[in-house]
T-cell receptor, first 113, second 114 residues
Framework: GAGVSQSPSNKVTEKGKDVELRCDPI?????LYWYRQSLGQGLEFLIY????????KSGLPSDRFSAERTGGSVSTLTIQRTQQEDSAVYLC???????????FGPGTRLTVL | GDSVTQMEGPVTLSEEAFLTINCTYT??????LFWYVQYPGEGLQLLLK?????DKGSNKGFEATYRKETTSFHLEKGSVQVSDSAVYFC?????????????FGQGTILTVHP
């Protein structure tokens, strides 16, 4: 069956531009997570959505980062006024519910010039 | 806060060698522990897990035992193969307001030569 998909796979942008990263979770999965994988910080949690509950945004590094999940399915991570330190691989994962195995997408590699 | 510390790499081994990748953790409450693997060009995959003290997770010849007394979850394999070359991440999950959130270690790059 289809796994978690993310688009684009690669994104190169200029400092100061806004970017949107998309995640399509596995159908029927109610929980969705965004993580960031960077050389300096390793793999870190950004934000978590579960059903219709308010998201846990505790991992977002600054107010330039935001995310939404429409219709309990597709999620978009938006980074405004990108900085060079935002360069990383952004990973999305979904799970059937809390405490179930998380399935990861292939990631979006963001490069900010 | 919760954290995971794992053995720094890279680790380079010959085929059929014994593998240990150390992982220790700090957590409030009683975490579940995981090992994830990222093969070249692929996404993160769950390798094994343990949800309570003294549990042993195993998969594909890899094993790890949840040691509460030493707050450790070391990954072992008796005989590695070239196909095991990948990045390995130790992770924990603690319940609370963010039930699914994973906290990862820095990752260990493993290269196995024929």
């Amino acid at each position: 069956g289809a796994g978690v998909s993310q688009s684009p796979s690669n994104k190169v942008t200029e400092k100061g531009k806004d970017v949107e990263l998309r995640c399509d979770p596995i159908s029927g999965h109610t929980a969705l997570y965004w993580y960031r994988q960077s050389l300096g910080q390793g793999l870190e949690f950004l934000i978590y959505f579960q059903g219709n509950s308010a998201p846990d945004k505790s991992g977002l590094p600054s107010d330039r980062f935001s995310a939404e999940r429409t219709g309990g399915s597709v999620s978009t991570l938006t980074i405004q006024r990108t900085q060079q330190e935002d360069s990383a691989v952004y990973l999305c994962a979904s799970s059937l519910a809390d405490y179930n195995e998380q399935f990861f997408g292939p990631g979006t590699r963001l490069t900010v010039l | 806060g919760d954290s995971v510390t794992q053995m720094e790499g890279p680790v380079t081994l010959s085929e059929e060698a014994f593998l240990t990748i150390n992982c220790t953790y700090t957590a409030t409450g009683y975490p579940s522990l995981f090992w994830y693997v990222q093969y070249p060009g692929e996404g993160l995959q769950l390798l094994l897990k343990a949800t309570k003290a003294d549990d042993k997770g195993s998969n594909k010849g890899f094993e790890a035992t949840y040691r509460k007394e030493t707050t450790s979850f070391h990954l072992e394999k008796g005989s590695v193969q070239v196909s095991d070359s990948a990045v390995y991440f130790c992770a924990l999950r603690v319940g609370g307001t963010s039930y699914g959130k994973l906290t990862f270690g820095q990752g260990t790059i493993l290269t196995v030569h024929p």
